[in-house]
């Protein structure tokens, strides 16, 4: 149905995709839909333009939620002009449409049609993460300044190089548990069309209850955990002690039981109450050690990133915050397929910078091979067993992050093994080059909503109109009058300088007239 061409007895699934097909069908040949009845199960419409024949009819079919064309006239007189705003060319039809395979959904809410919801992933950005990023995602809020006010939610990963790499943005009413099942739920219809099976994840979050269980529906196979960046942050604000951020950020990095023992005793000894707070945070959604799944060395979430990143955007109108995500993602693909291109490492820079510092430790260690697979490394200062097989070290480092330690680099090298066959594939320049081989396309002309009086009669395209005035959250302040003061004879001020009323000496205007008459 690519060249938009119909015949009689032709079936569509259901009536939203026939819906769909005929809209397209509009758009595509340059004639305007007039719906003259569209429910669940009829569908009558004809050419807008007066006197043109084109008509086209489409019933259910009987216990099936399949659509057919019973009848159809397929001439068009009216020279099919269409006027450059098209009715059938909605917001999310044109994000769609620009950029094929992407998601971009808008609700609506109450009889007259006002926006509550939209939620916008780009193609480009769903397969750079199925295909090149680490299995890492943030997701945060921040609160947008224009009239209608409203929260933009985010999801963001990570590419090879540690780069912030946007999925999915959504606009909501307000941040609430509903909000946020709703947006967890869209990310996952939109991976799920591109993969035939969602790879277990690692979501950050800040922890709201919201989000966890948002995250526990949707993503059952995948792990949370708290951003340590605000964790510590909240610790901070809460009591007021910079070593104990300090001990929890080590704790948090510590690579065995042990350690982390020990810093958290540290922190009840600094402080009780703070040791107390932090029971209601599980070590095993922050703390390395305990931690299910890895996170290949981030603890905190790059939402705080993304939130700068849009800052300057945050007091435009919807549509052109979407605009302005578009070009930036757009420019920001451009430039870093472009940069990539003149890589001649193995690993993106950064992890390649760190294979290059283990391979400089791992010159001084003492290799002793135990079997085919595991090895005593001694170091000056420890010893340490490989098992190359397992891809593990008592140090820990290389399970935590994906890329072999210098322990592990040792052991590789006195076997003649090739140190990169062992790193974390998402580490590799070729998966940074395929986390942005996709574009993302311009999108012509300016996004608006449509005007109500512009909106054509097919409920897939009304329009949208905006959300009413919200108040800003909270009660207003108000000022508290005491009956006993409005009982209370106000007091009468007596300047001691010009014996007049109203004001004090201190404010007594009298000497600076004189002396200006004076003059």
Same mark, same amino acid.
């Given at each position: 149905m690519e060249d938009h061409t119909y015949v009689v007895g032709q079936e569509f699934p259901d009536v939203k995709a026939f819906r769909n097909a005929i809209k397209e069908a509009a758009i595509a040949q340059h004639f305007e839909l007039r719906i003259i009845k569209s429910d669940l199960v009829r569908y009558f419409a004809k050419c807008a333009s007066e006197g043109c024949p084109w008509r086209i009819r489409a019933v259910k079919v009987p216990n099936a939620p399949t659509f057919t064309i019973r009848s159809l006239?397929?001439?068009? #007189?009216? +020279?099919?002009?269409? !006027? =450059?705003?098209?009715?059938?060319a909605s917001v999310d039809?044109?994000? @769609?449409?620009? $950029?094929?395979?992407?998601?971009?959904?808008?609700?609506?809410?109450?009889?007259?049609n006002r926006f509550q919801r939209l939620f916008v992933s780009f193609y480009a950005s769903i397969y750079g993460f199925l295909n090149g990023c680490l299995l890492i995602v943030g997701v945060g809020g921040i609160q947008l300044k224009s009239k209608y006010l409203g929260t933009l939610l985010s999801s963001t990963s990570v590419d090879?190089?540690?780069? &912030?790499?946007? &999925?999915?943005? +959504?606009?909501?009413?307000? %941040? =609430?548990?509903?909000?946020?099942t709703w947006f967890m739920s869209e990310l996952h219809k939109a991976l799920e069309m591109n993969t035939e099976n969602i790879p277990p994840i690692i979501v950050f979050?800040? +922890?709201?209850?919201?989000?966890?269980?948002?995250?526990r529906r949707k993503f059952p196979n995948s792990s949370h955990a708290y951003c340590m960046r605000h964790l510590s942050e909240s610790?901070?604000?809460?009591? @007021? $002690?910079?070593?104990?951020?300090?001990?929890?950020?080590? /704790?948090?990095?510590? #690579?065995? #039981?042990?350690?982390? @023992?020990?810093?958290?005793?540290?922190?009840?000894?600094?402080?009780?109450?703070?040791?107390?707070?932090l029971q209601q945070f599980h070590p095993? =959604?922050? /703390?390395?050690?305990?931690?299910?799944? #890895?996170?290949?060395? !981030?603890?905190?979430? =790059?939402?705080?990133?993304?939130n700068k990143w849009i800052l300057e955007a945050r007091e435009l109108p919807i549509i052109q915050v979407i605009d302005w995500i578009h070009r930036?993602?757009?420019? %920001?693909?451009?430039?870093?397929?472009?940069?990539?291109?003149s890589w001649l490492s193995v690993l993106a820079p950064s992890a390649e910078k760190r294979m290059m510092e283990a391979i400089n430790r791992a010159s001084s260690y003492q290799v002793l091979r135990s079997d085919e697979v595991k090895f005593e490394v001694l170091s000056a200062e420890r010893s340490d067993i490989v098992n190359i097989g397992s891809r593990s070290c008592s140090c820990r480092d290389w399970q935590l992050h994906g890329i072999p330690c210098s322990h592990a680099v040792a052991a590789l090298i006195s076997c003649r093994k090739d140190v990169y066959a062992f790193t974390e594939k998402c580490f590799t320049v070729n998966c940074y080059r395929e986390t942005y081989a996709e574009e993302i396309h311009p999108i012509p002309g300016k996004l608006e909503w449509r005007k109500t009086d512009e909106a054509a009669m097919d409920e897939d395209v009304q329009a949208v109109r905006p959300p009413k005035f919200r108040r800003p959250p909270g009660r207003p302040e108000k000022k508290r009058i005491c009956v006993e003061d409005l009982n209370h004879e106000k007091h009468t001020v007596h300047c001691s300088r010009c014996n007049q009323t109203g004001h004090y000496k201190t404010t007594c205007k009298a000497e600076i007239i004189g002396t200006i008459e004076q003059f």
């Open positions: 006239e397929e001439t068009h #007189t009216c +020279g099919r002009n269409a !006027h =450059n705003g098209h009715h059938q039809w044109i994000i @769609k449409k620009s $950029n094929p395979g992407s998601i971009a959904e808008v609700f609506t809410t109450g009889a007259d090879a190089d540690g780069g &912030l790499f946007p &999925l999915a943005f +959504g606009v909501v009413d307000a %941040e =609430n548990e509903e909000s946020w979050s800040d +922890g709201q209850k919201g989000i966890m269980d948002a995250v610790i901070g604000k809460e009591f @007021k $002690n910079s070593r104990l951020v300090h001990l929890l950020w080590k /704790a948090a990095y510590a #690579t065995t #039981t042990v350690a982390f @023992k020990e810093k958290m005793a540290e922190i009840e000894e600094v402080s009780p109450e703070a040791a107390k707070w095993s =959604n922050w /703390a390395l050690v305990y931690f299910d799944g #890895t996170r290949y060395g !981030h603890l905190s979430s =790059n939402v705080e990133e993304f930036e993602l757009q420019t %920001e693909f451009k430039e870093r397929r472009s940069r990539s291109s």
